[in-house]
């Protein structure tokens, strides 16, 4: 099948690299990455918690100055606030009204008996008018249901992650993709009719699985039809960056849509725009002729090469050499292969690792925009703007730079900063989101170079296998990362001491993993043993002379 591939590439080699025909392929592909960007972070807004306190009903035989004052203080971030969860029991403030008597001054308020919000609870519409945790009081006792709203949505991205390269090698690139793009904007669309937060996470979770399914189907479908010097920039730069466009437009609809289920209907809309592209976009010949689809294939390569207005040859296949390229067979492997040394084994748990708390950090970072300090809607624009730099250093690095101190530098930079928020006064708002902003940038630069680094790594026996482990471990990151944000609510610095420890830490780990920049791809375990790593005593911190470029970048979502 190698030898049918190589085939292929010279057989379409005449298309050029860069015609319009590919450049076509690379705008729309990248540009049906856009609603990704809104709904992989819509959260943020959908599920947006603002501030509350308890309702004191209308009919309550209160006086004014005791109205006002049946909401007991708590200390919050080291400041006297208005409890969101208790109040006075209104029958004992209802007699004191009635006698006549003064909070403050005839009674002592600190002595009296509290009670929950049993006629539920006030909400601020300073920031949101509505959202989910409004729509069904998801505060309180029942404020564990956001973050949980948000984790089962990655719980999908997890599903969809498994089942969508299974779907696309057997029913086709192109199929699947307008499927889960389908999936993705189909039930956005049902979320908008949610009768109960149960209704709506279930959907959430479907979105999820639709969500990461177009945005892998994507990567793809552009890889195999895209020559490798665009390839590499589809790859690296393409996908990302669009994703990062998708995620810029999310608050500057939720600014003017305050409504969550208008702004579901908004974020819904620029699926529909996509559905023209079924008529554009083409198979992949490369999927085709795997299927034996040989004219079907030459079909699609003709028309570029007309679009191309560059000549074909009269034969482009010989197919009867293409269907003796059998695919030899291959020794099989287990899941426990990334295990069967003492050396593939200690890079396999530091990698699982690596994925897992850069996932945390990139998604913790992401989902708490709201708790910065300033306007939330600019934050969270802020918060994907910066991720465009990110990439291009990222792809900057990759070129040039070994892997291992590239990834961890940026581990340090985003932990360090992370961790230094807490030593800012607290005046210095501006300082604090700018900490916070560059610490996301260093997490979203290493999170971008973790495929090519694990690629690097692993021989080609299990190097598909590994990069499917490493991502689940980075699933798994993403779904925990809600419950970082959730700590928050009990102390506003706790989360982030928490991530800035933990990527500190596994920055400190990743200097511990084989250099890969330079090294020629390892074809069997013997050559992986070869790789240097730590424990070998060979000299890795040299930059070696090799030009060669990375194979694969995405960030995962």
Known sequence: MKRAMRDYDAATAFLGEWGRFQRLVFFLLSASIIPNGFNGMSAVFLAGTPEHRCAVPRGANLSGEWRNASIPLELRDGQAAPSRCRRYRLAA???????GLRPGFDVELASLEQEPCLDGWEYSRDVYHST????WNLVCEDDWKAPLTTSLFYVGVLIGSFISGQLSDRFGRKN????????????????IFSTSWEMFTVLFLIVGMGQISNYVVAFILGTEILGKSVRI??????????????YMLLPLFAYFIRDWRMLLLALTVPGLFCIPLWWIIPESPRWLISQGRYKEAEVIIRK??????????????NTAEMQDSKPQQQ????????????????ITIMSLLLWFFTSVGYFSLSLSTPNWHGNAYINCFLSAVIEVPAYVIAWLLLRSLPRRYSVSGTLFLGGGVVLFIQLVPADLNILSVGLVMLGKFGITAAFSMLYVYNVELYPTLVRNMAVGATSTASRLGSI????????????????????????????????????????????SFEQMLKVKCFRNGQQTTGIRNSKESPKILVTPL
């Open 176 to 191: 699947i993709l307008f499927l889960t793009m389908a999936v993705q904007t189909g039930f956005s669309f049902l979320q």
């Open 93 to 99: 403030l209802a007699n004191f009204s009635a006698l």
């Open 480 to 523: 925990l990362a809600p419950y970082f944000v959730y700590l928050g609510a009990y102390d506003r610095f706790l989360p982030y001491i928490l991530m800035g420890s933990l990527t500190v830490l596994i920055g400190i780990l990743t200097l511990f993993l084989p250099e890969s920049y330079g090294s020629p791809l390892p074809e």
């Open 233 to 246: 920039i589809f790859s690296t730069l393409g996908v990302c960056i669009f994703f990062a466009i998708g």
């Open 304 to 317: 570029a090469a007309k679009i191309n207005g560059v000549p074909a040859p009269a034969e482009l296949f």
């Open 331 to 346: 020794q099989k492997a287990i899941l426990l292969d990334l295990f069967r040394t003492r050396n593939i084994a200690t």
């Open 132 to 135: 989910i945790v409004t729509q």
